[in-house]
């Protein structure tokens, strides 16, 4: 026994010695930033800042938190605390390699050499944000940090009106939306720099010559947005649409996925610096102009926000915090999930029935809440999927196999009947009117003119 103690007593010296004398096992890993990046007093946005990061500075790795996106380290001068992955040069495997830890773990790898030199640090008692932000990074280059003053704003949020989202767009189409009582149109456009606003001046005369307000959901290219100048054309393109008579123009479409935004760059923060800009691009053209924040996709699937994909009720609760309140005349929303009465709460026989984006007034509720009732909804997507005449649905959409086109029917006249006694929505646009891809994306089951040329919607909403 005199021996073993011995010798436990030999190892803990000899530990000492490693640990005075600078002597360390290797049992971290070197990265360098790849943007600038708020270093954090622990894994999550909610956790206080403590200094920007430069990109490319050393960081030294000793641990990562659970689910891998947040990691902590150490700078040169011995500043350490945790960054987001997606703004450090580091591999799966060196990520993997890395121990479990939470913010309570003792630091005991060296500090790496070097200086750190930041421009900017947080107060102590900064509060955090309401939501786990996508990409942690620090303002960059070509973003401003500070959102730009609105520009003086005349267009009315009060009122109801609804309309249709159309493709073809036929006499017919257009004949029965009026019939349904509908006043608004929807069109896409999908914007190039390079483009004259003027060449939308014929989607917006033909709608006004036929009686309807025209709202265009102006989308991008993801693939170029982070490039040099595009945030500013955007903007002036928009501004010119405006300047074309456009009642309504939603900027962007469905931000918090990667079909639409980049992957790795999702961000509710840097979505707001878009939207101020065209915002006060739009109604420096036309104060009249409704801009209408981009819909986020509605899901639960990536259970949080990251710079991969974002749950849409963290997605509008990081606008609000960002300041998007003051740079729209309404709040976007998508509804096309539904396979129940808009007037039902509970119920959904899927998994996760008690989601909130299965049930109209959870979608309702979940908007208006985020920026605490401040500004009307406006559901520029909101449609029930009926494969009726059509066939079998595809993968991914089976849940909608039940819904029969009467049901579609009433459900629609009742969401808008609710949504005109709330007082909380603006515009509701129906998804769709007229499409007719009935593929991997079933959009013809959507459609309220449905194959045969009727349309039981229009008969429900004119009655």
């Given amino acids: 026994m005199r021996t073993v103690t011995r010798a436990i007593l030999l190892l803990s010296l000899l530990g000492l010695l490693l640990m005075t004398t600078g002597v360390f096992a290797q049992n971290w890993v070197d990265t360098t930033t790849n943007d600038n990046a708020w270093l954090r007093s622990g894994p999550g946005t909610e956790w206080r800042r403590i200094v920007i990061v430069p990109a490319g500075t050393t960081f030294r790795l000793d641990g990562r938190a659970p689910g891998d996106y947040w990691l902590r380290g150490v700078l040169p001068g011995g500043q350490y605390g945790w960054i987001a992955i997606d703004l450090l040069n580091v591999s799966a495997d060196q990520v993997s390699g890395l121990p479990q830890i939470w913010v309570d773990a003792p630091l005991t790898i060296p500090v790496p050499e070097g200086s750190f030199t930041s421009g900017q640090t947080a107060p102590a008692n900064e509060p955090g944000p309401v939501v786990v932000s996508p990409v942690d990074s620090a303002p960059a280059e070509g973003l401003p940090g500070e959102l730009p003053a609105p520009v003086a704003n005349t267009a009315t949020s009060r009122g109801f009106g609804y309309g249709g989202h159309v493709a073809d767009w036929s006499q017919y189409a257009s004949d029965q939306m009026h019939r349904a009582g509908m006043t608004w149109v929807k069109r896409q456009w999908r914007f190039h720099p390079g483009q004259n606003p003027a060449e939308a001046a014929g989607m917006i005369n033909d709608a006004h010559a036929r009686g309807f307000n025209i709202l265009l959901g102006i989308v991008g290219e993801p693939g170029a947005l982070y490039s040099p100048g595009y945030f500013e054309s955007y903007a002036q393109f928009v501004g010119g649409v405006a300047a074309q008579g456009a009642d309504a123009i939603e900027v962007w479409n469905e931000m918090n996925i990667d079909r639409e935004w980049p992957s790795g760059s999702i961000s509710p923060q840097s979505y707001t610096q878009l939207l101020a800009q065209s915002y006060n691009a739009i109604k420096a053209s036309n104060p009249n102009t409704l801009v209408i924040s981009g819909a986020p996709a509605p899901t639960g699937f990536f259970g949080g926000c990251t710079g991969a994909g974002c749950d849409d009720n963290y997605y509008v609760q990081g606008m609000a915090a960002a300041g998007a309140a003051n740079y729209m005349d309404c709040v976007g929303v998508h509804y096309n999930e ?27 509720n979940t908007y208006w809440n985020a920026f605490g009732g401040r500004k009307p909804l406006c559901f520029t997507e909101l449609g029930y999927l009926s494969p009726e005449g059509l066939g079998g649905l595809p993968a991914g959409f089976q849940w909608a196999g039940d819904t029969s086109v009467g049901e579609q029917a009433a459900w629609l006249d009742q969401a808008v009947s609710m949504a005109r006694s709330s007082g909380r929505v603006r515009v509701m646009i129906i998804w769709n009117v007229d499409f007719s891809n009935y593929g991997a994306d079933p959009m013809a089951g959507y459609a309220i003119i449905r194959p045969g040329g009727g349309c039981p919607a229009c008969d429900a909403l004119a009655n």
């Fill in 338 to 364: 539904g396979i129940l009465p808009p007037s039902q709460t509970s119920g959904d026989p899927r998994g996760s029935s008690s989601h909130y984006t299965r049930y109209y007034q959870g979608m309702v």
